[in-house]
């Protein structure tokens, strides 16, 4: 064989040697890429799956919590609710948001507690009927997948307020005081299908979420048990509020308002009906509430299409 056919021979040997061996490394890569992308999403879709099971188990915590329409459980829920759990997006006082502690909760398996959270938001001053639920869970170093991520949101209507439908026309002039117990009916003519534990219940949680009067938004329901005569100058023509004396303020005798107090809205002594009068040229608008068509507002239920997989 002629000596420079043979180099030539051994060239191109060499190259296909070379080119075999780094087809054959590329191929390798490409498989182990895509075993590690399949692996991740397998992780991804486990640590999905895990908090899934954390919010159903947190939904069926509140489903429980208010089960009875004991509005009360609202209070106890929101207890531990700080300004510095809400995201910038949702800002106190207007928001109400709370992180709810993992150790109060049964957790599925290999969750990371310090790495993950459960978070509840509710506009108390529109919307306190309405929470927000995020789930975020990041996984353990008991899982192989430890480090994966995933967030889950779900809205969830409670039975804090009812559709205000008021019976009649609400008087704007002040009527005379009874001797007797306020009937029910005077109760409806001014508030609708809202119970005085509801209107109770959303006072608390303002108060809770840090509105006043000088907030914004201003806060909207005054629930008071006090027998002191009322001096604060509250509401606007544009936001008028609600000021409810409770039986406890008004036993044995109604309080009075201060002649340098105008409440702009609507103001009802619960104990004998006692000069109820509304000084809102409508509707009060701080009794109005939104529910879907049809909808029971005394259950727990999950807001239709609220679900999703996705971070604030």
């Known amino acids: 064989m002629n000596p420079s ?8 040997t060499t190259l296909l040697v070379i080119a075999t061996t780094v087809l054959g490394w ?16 397998m992780f991804a879709a486990q640590a999905l799956a895990t908090s899934e099971a954390l919010l159903e188990t947190v939904l069926a915590t509140l489903e429980s919590a208010y089960a009875h329409n004991d509005v009360g459980i609202d209070a106890l829920v929101w207890s531990q609710a700080l300004a510095a759990h809400c995201p910038a ?9 709370l992180r709810w502690s993992l150790t109060d909760l049964p957790l599925p398996e290999f969750i990371d507690v310090t790495a993950s ?4 938001l509710r506009d108390v001053r529109y919307a306190p009927h309405k929470i927000k639920i995020s ?4 996984l353990n170093n008991q899982h192989p997948g430890a480090g994966s991520r995933a967030t889950v949101q779900q809205g969830l209507w409670i039975p804090l307020t009812t559709p205000f439908m008021p019976l009649q026309e609400v008087s704007t002039t002040q009527d005379s005081q009874t001797t007797t117990d306020c009937p029910p009916l005077q109760w409806q003519k001014a508030f609708g299908n809202l119970s005085p534990s509801q209107l109770k219940a959303i006072s608390l949680a303002q108060t809770q979420s840090g509105l006043s ?10 629930w008071t048990d006090s027998p002191l005569t009322w001096t604060s100058s509250l509401g606007t023509t544009l936001a008028p ?7 406890l303020a008004c ?6 308002l201060a002649s340098s107090a105008a409440v702009i809205g609507t103001v009802f002594f619960q104990s004998q009906c006692a000069h109820f009068f509304n000084t809102a040229e409508k509707a009060n608008p701080a009794l109005t509430f939104s529910w879907p068509e049809g909808i029971d507002t005394s259950k727990v239920q999950r807001i239709s299409g609220s679900w999703k997989n996705a971070a604030y």
Do not use: D, N
């Not at 056919?5 to 191109?12: A, E, S």
């Not at 997006?89 to 948001?97: D, F, L, Y």
């Not at 789930?135 to 990041?138: H, K, S």
């Not at 036993?251 to 009075?256: D, I």
């Open 5 to 12: 056919q043979g180099m030539v021979t051994l060239w191109v």
């Open 26 to 41: 590329m191929t390798l890569q490409s498989i182990f890429s895509e075993s590690t992308r399949s692996q991740q999403q």
């Open 89 to 97: 997006t949702k800002p106190s006082p207007q928001w109400q948001c």
């Open 117 to 120: 959270q459960v978070r509840l």
């Open 135 to 138: 789930v975020e869970v990041t």
């Open 213 to 222: 009067a000088h907030s914004f938004p201003a806060r909207s329901i005054y």
């Open 241 to 247: 509020v609600v000021l409810v004396f409770s039986e």
């Open 251 to 256: 036993s044995p005798q109604c309080p009075q």
